[in-house]
């Protein structure tokens, strides 16, 4: 075996272990007066969603069948998208908070 060869794999392997994250973005919502703003926004595959909550009271970032993320007061929680889809959540506290994500695969 030539050991340019395993050298090449291995630079291979390196290369995808550092391109991976470098592609997923953190993405920040912020939490206003009961508004998640942006309230629309578009993510992908990898991503990460941090909350950043500026209210004084509790709130969470639920979807019906899906995660339920607490978002304590002066908290800033996060969330890695998982799966691609038009994603629709809202706050158990306040139903009036609304939030939408389209994700797209990576
Ligand atoms: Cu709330």
Same mark, same amino acid.
């Given at each position: ?16 272990? !550092?391109?991976?994250?470098?592609? *997923?973005? $953190?993405?920040? =919502?912020?939490?206003?007066?009961? @508004?998640?703003?942006? +309230? ?11 909350? !950043?909550?500026?209210?004084?009271? *509790?709130? $969470?970032?639920? =979807?019906?069948?899906?995660?339920? @993320?607490?978002?304590? +007061? ?11 889809? !038009? ?20």
């Amino acid at each position: 075996m030539l050991p340019g060869r395993y050298l090449l794999m291995f630079m291979v392997v390196i290369w995808g272990m !550092i391109s991976v994250p470098a592609c *997923a973005a $953190t993405i920040q =919502v912020s939490i206003d007066n009961l @508004v998640f703003s942006p +309230a629309e926004l578009k993510a992908r595959v990898g991503d990460t969603i941090t909350w !950043i909550n500026r209210d004084i009271v *509790a709130h $969470t970032a639920t =979807v019906r069948g899906g995660f339920d @993320v607490k978002i304590e +007061a002066n908290s800033s929680p996060s969330l890695v998208l998982t799966k691609a889809g !038009i994603v629709d959540y809202y706050c158990r506290f306040h139903p009036n908070m609304k939030g939408r994500m389209t994700i797209t695969a990576e």
